[in-house]
């Protein structure tokens, strides 16, 4: 017996779609519920305003944004201009800091594209733990590949949002979408 899903009614479906304009951040608050598990939020075509910038993340929890030393993250960085692999780790950060790398560039052709998963945000038995996939042309048009993961680790309560943000200046255009995910 053949049987389909209903269209819309897949493993993963949009909530939300920001589109940016030289906004200094990104908020989806409000839109985590128990319909999902978890939720992944795709950044494309992202572009900052200042060079040689980072693209960071903060979590909601209470309906506030957190910016406390409780962000624990590593990363692997794969760069068109060295071969090797460089490790990167945050231990007591205010942010899931530089998730997309750093170094990004602000001129025609560099860009950022990303993929977060929010794992289980709405658990209270867990530190809330994201995992990372950016695709970036940096600052010099080179190109760069992360990908990472972390957790949030000032108690267990249920997130309620995510923030994006830039190191300096603002987040000049680009598409954010955050999808549901059964």
């Known amino acids: 017996t053949f049987s389909q899903n209903t269209v819309g009614a897949g493993d993963m479906v949009l909530l ?16 985590f519920t128990s319909a999902y598990t978890d939720y992944e939020i795709r950044g494309s ?10 693209i960071h993340a903060r979590v909601f929890v209470g ?15 794969n760069y068109s201009g060295d071969a090797a692999y460089a490790g990167i780790v945050g231990q007591a950060e205010n942010e899931f800091t530089s998730f997309c790398g750093s170094n990004l560039g602000n ?26 996939k950016c695709s970036n042309v940096d600052r010099n048009a080179d190109h ?23 190191s300096s200046g603002t987040i000049a255009s680009g598409t954010f979408k955050l999808y549901g995910r059964q």
Do not use: C, Q, W
Request: proline letters at 1%; a positive charge; hydrophobic letters at 35%.
């Open 107 to 132: 001129a025609a052709g560099e860009t950022t594209n990303f993929r977060m998963t929010i794992y289980n945000p709405l658990g209270t038995d867990n530190f809330k733990t994201i995992e990372t």
């Open 45 to 54: 075509n992202v572009h900052t305003s200042a060079d040689n910038v980072a």
């Open 16 to 31: 939300s779609t920001i589109i940016a304009s030289t906004d200094s951040t990104i908020d989806f608050t409000g839109l």
């Open 63 to 77: 309906g506030s944004v957190k910016s406390d030393s409780h962000y624990r993250f590593s990363r692997i960085r």
């Open 144 to 166: 760069f590949h992360n990908h990472g993961s972390g957790h949030y680790k000032n108690g267990v309560a249920a997130l309620t949002g995510i923030r994006f943000l830039v």
